[in-house]
């Protein structure tokens, strides 16, 4: 069945009260982005957990003088995330507005 009129305009305030924030995203990124805080912000916890590992060891490499291999691409990727955040985000956003639509649907 189609959702209502009433029910899609609800469905979209909810995602607009609801979703991940772009800007908060970049907040995040900007403080902590080199341990992959705001990929688990926006739902990505497995990449969020392999960049922290990477952080923790680029960290250890630089602390060390060792495996300094690590430290250029744990940069690298910061830096990539930084244009493919608005993207995660918008990602983020349709897949909770789908659930809420699927969860409406299934309601009626």
Same mark, same amino acid.
């Given at each position: 069945?189609?959702?209502? +009129?009433?029910?899609?305009?609800?469905?979209?305030?909810?995602?607009? /009260?609801? =979703?991940?924030? +772009?800007?908060?995203? !970049?907040?995040?990124?900007?403080?902590?982005?080199?341990?992959?805080?705001?990929?688990? !912000?926006?739902?990505? =916890?497995?990449? =969020?957990?392999?960049?922290?590992?990477?952080?923790?060891?680029?960290?250890?490499?630089?602390?060390?003088? +060792?495996?300094?291999?690590?430290?250029?691409?744990?940069?690298?990727?910061?830096?990539?995330?930084?244009?493919?955040?608005?993207? &995660?985000?918008?990602?983020?956003?349709?897949?909770?507005? +789908?659930?809420? &639509?699927? /969860?409406?649907?299934?309601?009626?």
């Amino acid at each position: 069945m189609s959702l209502t +009129t009433e029910q899609q305009l609800l469905i979209e305030q909810r995602v607009a /009260n609801d =979703g991940k924030s +772009t800007l908060v995203a !970049y907040l995040i990124w900007f403080f902590a982005g080199f341990f992959g805080a705001h990929r688990f !912000y926006l739902d990505k =916890g497995n990449s =969020g957990f392999l960049m922290l590992v990477f952080a923790v060891f680029a960290c250890a490499a630089l602390l060390g003088g +060792t495996l300094l291999f690590l430290v250029v691409p744990s940069f690298v990727w910061v830096v990539i995330d930084f244009f493919l955040i608005p993207s &995660m985000a918008s990602q983020s956003r349709d897949e909770l507005r +789908t659930r809420l &639509m699927r /969860n409406a649907d299934s309601d009626q």
